[in-house]
């Protein structure tokens, strides 16, 4: 058996150990019996059932998917931007999330519309996927005029310290339990995803999963630079575009639901380039999928286990692997 197909074997088996631990762990201590129990359909309290299938259930779906979609945008923008430090959010989709949710949370109270129906409506999942789409769509058509991809970093690195200063200015004029409900948003939360929501959550996050997948060969292409990949025939508008697409799709729609999980994103395609040794999409792009899902499972036991917030566990676990990289590999690119 080859190396790579020996590491998909270890990491396949152990985000399926994480999965299924994550259903045993949580707030509320369960007998492992009743866990059995609730899924095979024996006799157990209600009580147990509902924890169980309603709660750990949708929590650990939540952090397969949103661990997948996140290292897979976080391996898109890296290789795009030829940049080892680039992530999901490098492009402004955090900011952009955190200012729907100011605006919500923070400038509806302020204005007296926080009763409106089309406020009450449009819901703070809403508001923070359609900060994130917005100010994604407008570097992407900046994106579409500017040749020199670097400009667009800078653009998106603007737009993000731009929307952090409105963000602020609306945090100053804030009442406390306003201010409250938003910094609790920030830290993040796996648990706040109801049945209904994994169902609105989960198409787009598959639909960007195939658009990474779809873009694994331009990727490869990119990793010898744009102009390289332009003599080989490569549409580069079109390539950014499809990029940027599944950017919003993958973090835009994570974000919403679940807050700016950090370091997911960044960490994990470095971790999976480590474990297999390979530069190569076509394996770094599954790679990175399962590593992710692993790791924020891993995070969400830690997490409930220390009754922590997940990005300050995520921040844990990922800024020694940035700065081992870092220190270990000057020349990622």
């Known amino acids: ?31 492992a019996s009743d866990v059995v129990a609730a899924f095979t359909g024996s006799d157990c309290p209600a009580e147990s059932r509902y924890i169980v299938l309603n709660i750990r259930l949708l ?38 999330a955190s200012l729907g949710v100011a605006l919500f949370l923070l400038g509806a109270p302020l204005l007296g519309v926080a009763n409106h129906s089309l406020v009450q409506s449009l819901g703070l999942t ?28 800078i653009l998106g690195m603007m737009f993000g310290s731009g929307i952090g200063s409105v963000v602020e200015i609306l945090q100053y004029l804030s009442n406390e339990a306003a201010l409250k409900s938003f910094v609790i948003w920030t830290m993040g939360s796996l648990g706040d995803v109801t049945a209904s929501q994994l169902g609105l959550l989960l198409p787009p996050v598959i639909v960007g999963l195939l658009l990474s997948v779809a873009s694994i060969k331009p990727l490869n292409m990119l990793l010898l ?6 003599t080989m025939g490569l549409n580069i508008v079109r390539v950014r575009t499809m990029l940027f697409l599944s950017t919003v799709l993958l973090a835009g729609t994570v974000t919403a639901f679940c807050g700016p999980v950090g370091f997911i994103g960044l960490a ?13 999409h076509r394996v770094l792009m599954p790679a990175s999928m399962l590593a992710g899902s692993a790791l924020l499972l891993l995070c969400d036991l830690l997490s409930k286990s220390l009754t922590l ?22 020349n990622l690119f």
């Open 59 to 96: 929590k650990a779906i939540t952090a397969l998917f949103a661990g997948a979609a996140l290292s897979a945008s976080g391996l898109q923008m890296q290789t795009l931007f030829r940049n080892p430090l680039a992530g999901p959010y490098v492009l402004g989709v955090s900011s952009g």
């Open 1 to 31: 058996m080859s190396r790579t197909s020996l590491c998909f074997l270890l990491l396949g088996l152990l985000t399926l150990a994480l999965l299924v631990a994550d259903l045993f762990v949580g707030s509320v201590r369960l007998p």
């Open 225 to 230: 630079g744009e102009n390289y990949a332009r």
């Open 126 to 153: 809403g508001a923070a996927w359609l900060g994130s789409a917005l100010v994604l769509l407008a570097v992407m058509a900046v994106g579409r005029r500017i040749k020199d991809i670097m400009v667009i970093l």
């Open 309 to 330: 917030p997940i990005n300050t566990v995520t921040a844990m676990m990922g800024i020694p692997v940035v700065i081992l990289v870092v220190v270990r590999n000057r």
């Open 268 to 280: 994990v395609p470095h971790l999976a380039r480590m474990l297999f040794a390979a530069a190569d």
